[in-house]
């Protein structure tokens, strides 16, 4: 059995974990996304600890970190493991749902974002899972995106 503790700040590219940082800038240099850094109307950082009980129990922590501009919502992620990773999409390009309003909700509870469609570094369509509390932070960057992604459309 494994609890999940999820906590989201508001913050600053500047102030975020250094290899989300690194991975965002690394990601947003290899595909040109000049001076996106610019024009962002909101940046957050969601820490993740799972606890898990019994024979291979342990604590794991995991960090990710999400930003909007009024185009791009730009990602990444890392668990400790491995090196973070990032990933965008212009917002243009994908559809965003709460997880909470998903089917997969009901087998898998959890708190974030499932952002569908073309990426920046794909050719075809696909799916992310953008981890984020349903604290006061997390709540206000659903609404900032969801309010950038309602601009693009006009």
Same mark, same amino acid.
């Given at each position: 059995?494994?609890?999940?503790?999820?906590?989201?700040?508001?913050?600053?590219?500047?102030?975020?974990? =250094?290899?989300?940082? @690194?991975?965002?800038?690394?990601? $947003?240099?290899?595909?040109? #996304?000049?001076?996106? %850094? *610019?024009?962002? !109307?909101?940046?957050?950082?969601?820490?993740?600890?799972?606890?898990?009980?019994?024979?291979?129990? =342990?604590?794991?922590? @995991?960090?990710?970190?999400?930003? $909007?501009?009024?185009?791009? #919502?730009?990602?990444? %992620? *890392?668990?400790? !493991?491995?090196?973070?990773?990032?990933?965008?999409?212009?917002?243009?390009?994908?559809?965003?749902?709460?997880?909470?309003?998903?089917?997969?909700?009901?087998?898998?509870?959890?708190?974030?974002?499932?952002?569908?469609?073309?990426?920046?570094?794909?050719?075809?369509?696909?799916?992310?899972?953008?981890?984020?509390?349903?604290?006061?932070?997390?709540?206000?960057?659903?609404?900032?995106?969801?309010?950038?992604?309602?601009?693009?459309?006009?």
């Amino acid at each position: 059995m494994s609890t999940v503790t999820r906590t989201t700040r508001v913050c600053t590219i500047e102030t975020l974990n =250094g290899d989300l940082k @690194s991975a965002i800038r690394a990601h $947003v240099a290899k595909y040109g #996304l000049d001076d996106i %850094e *610019s024009n962002v !109307l909101m940046c957050c950082e969601t820490t993740s600890i799972s606890r898990k009980t019994g024979l291979f129990g =342990g604590i794991k922590t @995991s960090s990710s970190a999400v930003f $909007v501009t009024s185009k791009w #919502l730009v990602w990444a %992620e *890392s668990s400790g !493991l491995k090196d973070a990773g990032a990933g965008s999409a212009q917002l243009k390009h994908i559809d965003v749902r709460d997880y909470q309003t998903t089917a997969s909700y009901a087998i898998s509870p959890d708190q974030g974002i499932n952002v569908t469609g073309r990426y920046t570094d794909r050719n075809r369509t696909g799916m992310t899972f953008i981890v984020l509390s349903s604290e006061p932070d997390g709540e206000q960057f659903r609404q900032v995106l969801k309010s950038a992604m309602k601009k693009t459309l006009n």
